[in-house]
């Protein structure tokens, strides 16, 4: 497509639900990028895949958060037993190269964990 | 670890004034730094980019300047209009490999009428 697409746009989900949020990069576009953003703050990485594997997972907060990236183009972000914690804006964003051709972003997932 | 700050928070101008956005970096080790320019309840859209290797980047009203030895960087905004009113960040690549970048709170602007 023309950009990184995102969907849902909006998520309500309840506490201790499991939710996924996806992402659809730029065609061809091999590096892939996971953020989270809360109200006021500059988004935080959390997970980076270049093809299908997770080049660098350091920034998951913990381990009811998974991405996965099976076929190297559409992402999957998967949060269980969610908190309210969780509640922020999820971004994607993609790039052609490791990064240094800079980074597109999607328009984001917001979850809200009530 | 990486920190990243811009100076100021929020800003507040009238429309046709110059402005200055600055942003500091406290690992002067990076591969690349991006501006971003958010509007309300959006994704964000890639203003500049610019390589380590390279002092500045320009497009249209916009100037975007990179001293790393200093860990700085500002974005010049020339004859700002009330459309460029959203919020900008900085972001600087985690390493030398252009992976991963750690972005800045942002800045605030309003442009007013």
């Known amino acids: 497509g023309a950009g990184v697409s995102q969907t849902p746009s909006n998520k309500v989900t309840e506490k201790g639900k499991y939710v996924e949020l996806r992402c659809d990069p730029i065609?061809?576009?091999?590096?892939l990028y996971w953020y989270r953003q809360s109200l006021g703050q500059g988004p935080e990485f959390l997970i980076y895949f270049q093809g299908t594997g997770a080049a660098d997972d350091s920034g998951l907060p913990n381990d009811r958060f998974f991405a996965v990236r099976p076929e190297g183009s559409v992402s999957t972000l998967k949060i269980q037993r969610t908190e309210r914690g969780d509640s922020a804006v999820y971004l994607c964003a993609s790039s052609s190269t490791g990064g240094g051709g800079g980074q597109f972003f999607g328009p984001g997932t917001r979850l809200t964990v009530l | 670890k990486q920190e990243v700050t811009q100076i100021p928070a929020a800003l507040s101008v009238p429309e046709g004034e110059n402005l200055v956005l600055n942003c500091s970096f406290t690992?002067?080790?990076?591969?690349?730094l991006q501006w971003f320019r958010q509007d309300p309840g959006k994704g964000l859209t890639s203003l500049l980019l610019i390589q380590s290797s390279q002092r500045e980047q320009t497009s249209g009203r916009l100037n975007a300047s990179l001293d790393k030895s200093s860990g700085r960087s500002t974005l010049y905004i020339a004859a700002s209009q009330p459309g460029d009113s959203a919020t900008y960040l900085c972001a600087v690549s985690r390493d030398n490999y252009g992976q991963n970048f750690v972005f800045g709170p942002g800045t605030r602007l309003s442009v007013l009428p």
């Open positions: 690992d002067s080790a990076i591969y690349n």
């Open positions: 065609s061809g576009h091999t590096a």
